[in-house]
């Protein structure tokens, strides 16, 4: 892909968006708004934004209104208050779901990776509104992983810190160098850019886990084959959910960032589980 194809994609989702802003503390949480129908929850990575979703929202729009938020402290949303834990940044995402759609209007919630704990958390509180739990790429599940020590961009320029990306995209997100195209990159810059709060401040090796504890919702999981943070451990992820009633789904080929890197049968996968 080039970087003209790239960049307009990017700018068609956000020229057809509804966007709208919720309360954030004293400031605001930025939504990006497609479709119509039986509203989709798209809750994005760690250091991301709704570009996480840039493969998926289109499809997903034929048949669901999908609203993905910028999380508090990344992509446009304003930095939550000080001291705001897990369970608190989980409630700031919940007030603005129902800001937007109405105090108990029934909805389906995705999460990815870090958004992946935060839906959790959601939905460890969540009603009978919530109609479907989706996790892709999830961790803090207190089993086993692997390091992934990542290079700093901060102090690199030009095609030095456009190396540090893909190298970056490489080691934790994508499985196939040759799918870092510059849609990629682009979106990895940009979200890398933007990015104001470290998720590792709030988050525990159980944080997800002890959150599940309490969901009552129907619950899908979507891992990539070769997710670097299952790695070699996947069994020991699908051997978790098993004992939860919940088969997972391992799409072949595709990282962490599955629902870019596989978005077609993601995209199957979503809409299946979306109620």
Sequence with gaps: MDTGTATDRLSRLAATATR?????????????????????????????????????????ARHHRVLAPDMPG?????????????????????????????????????GFSFGAVIAGHVAARAGAELTSLILLGAGALG???QPIPLVSVREREGED?????????????????????????????????HARFPSRRVTTATSLRDALDAVRTPLSVIYGEHDAIT??????RIAFFRARGTETRVIPGAGHWVAFEAPEPVNAALLQAAR
């Design 74 to 110: 990344l992509g446009e949303s304003s930095l939550p208050p000080p001291e705001t834990d897990l369970w608190g940044l989980a409630a700031l995402v919940a007030a603005g779901i129902a800001a937007r759609l109405g105090p108990g209007t029934p909805y389906a919630l995705a």
């Design 143 to 145: 089993l086993p992983r």
């Design 231 to 236: 790695v070699p451990h996947l069994a020991d």
């Design 161 to 193: 810190r456009v190396a540090a990306h893909r190298e970056n995209l490489a080691r934790l997100m994508i499985a196939d160098p040759g799918r870092i195209d510059a849609e990629a990159l682009a979106v990895q810059a940009w979200n890398s850019d």
């Design 20 to 60: 709208a802003e919720t309360p954030l503390g004293a400031g605001r949480m930025v939504w990006h708004e497609w479709g119509a129908g039986s509203p989709l929850v798209l809750l994005h990575g760690g250091a991301g934004s709704w570009r996480h979703w840039l493969r998926n929202i289109e499809p997903l």
